[in-house]
């Protein structure tokens, strides 16, 4: 990519980051949440991916963690819909709900949005770079071959 | 309640023949089935709007499903088998317009929408879920049932994506 787009993303992905983060933490004030603030945080990924290379994000978030955070995400949204069922029913909100229009309220609320911002932030930039990986290889006899490229050059616009 | 757990007995009959027959036209036609079923359950429950979206989009991916392996797979019946398939698809045509009779005769009437549930979620989100964000409290809260099914659905989306395009583990067609 251009020394413009580099530059930029050097500046901005960071904030988008940051962005993304806001928006999942204070989804239950304003308006957003996890899924919303989940894709902010994968597209910040993306974009250092886009300008910078496949290295240099897969060293920030590397793909078993991407895996591992994905997976983890939905297992706490899960966990915390099963820990309500001790309380009395699934999905029973079982902390205090707080002060409306602070940051700590509204009971499970917000941790569930942190559970999926994290599961769509790190689902998105694993498919990805799965995706950005796989080379499909027409041979002449008809088959074709998925190959992972294994070199760090920037992705192809 | 019977005929609940027999539509039940009948999609889990689906799904365990859309598993094990050899053919893969068939496998597809089983999990049309399976929808299908799931799609007059639908009704039976009393909710057209939900019926018509399964049957809506069981139709499409039945569609593309059967468009993909039509090539590849090509079992053709004839005689008297074809019959007795118009037969079958005659019954459960007939099957599935009893129950969306049934399942609509408790829709409101055109241009009365009963909006009472939402109008309690309104009027009572802030002081049961102290959320400030009304979306927020129905998203995760009052229906956070359907969001625990879309990160289902999106985890097994992604887990299948990620399947396919991995290297480690993969054959090749080499062996």
Request: glycine share 12%.
């Amino acid at each position: 990519m251009g020394e413009i787009v580099r530059n930029i993303v050097r500046i901005f992905a960071g904030f988008t980051l940051l962005f993304g983060v806001y928006i999942v933490a204070y989804g239950h004030i304003t308006p957003g949440g996890g899924f919303a603030g989940g894709v902010l945080i994968g597209g910040s990924f993306i974009l250092l991916t886009l300008a910078y290379g496949k290295k240099l994000a897969l060293q920030k978030l590397s793909r078993s963690m991407s895996s591992t955070l994905d997976s983890l995400g939905a297992l706490i949204f899960l966990f915390l819909a099963l820990v309500g069922i001790a309380g009395g029913y699934f999905f029973l909100n079982f902390l205090p709900l707080g002060k409306p229009f602070h940051l700590f309220s509204a009971g499970i609320i917000p941790l569930c949005n942190i559970a999926i911002g994290m599961k769509v932030g790190a689902s998105l930039f694993a498919v990805f770079i799965a995706l950005a990986m796989v080379r499909v290889v027409k041979h002449e006899d008809g088959t074709t071959d998925y190959l992972e490229e294994t070199d760090d050059t920037e992705i192809k616009q | 309640m019977l005929e609940l757990y027999v539509l039940l007995g009948l999609m889990i009959l689906g799904a365990i023949i859309a598993v094990e027959t050899r053919e893969l036209l068939s496998s597809i036609i089983s999990i049309g089935a399976v929808g299908f079923i799931l799609c007059v359950a639908f009704l039976r429950l009393h909710a057209p709007d939900i019926a018509i979206t399964q049957l809506v989009v069981e139709v499409a991916v039945l569609i593309v499903l059967i468009r993909a392996t039509i090539g590849r797979d090509t079992a053709i019946t004839s005689g008297r088998g074809e019959f007795r398939s118009i037969a079958l698809l005659t019954g459960l045509v007939a099957v599935i317009v009893f129950f969306a009779a049934m399942g609509l005769r408790c829709a409101p009437p055109f241009g009365e929408p009963l909006l009472t549930v939402s109008g309690t979620y309104l009027e009572t989100g802030l002081e049961k879920t102290g959320a400030a964000n009304i979306v927020s409290s129905v998203l995760l809260d009052f229906r956070a049932y359907d969001t625990l099914g879309e990160v289902t659905v999106l985890f097994a989306s992604v887990a299948g994506a990620l399947l396919f395009l991995r290297k480690k583990g993969k054959k090749t067609e080499n062996g």
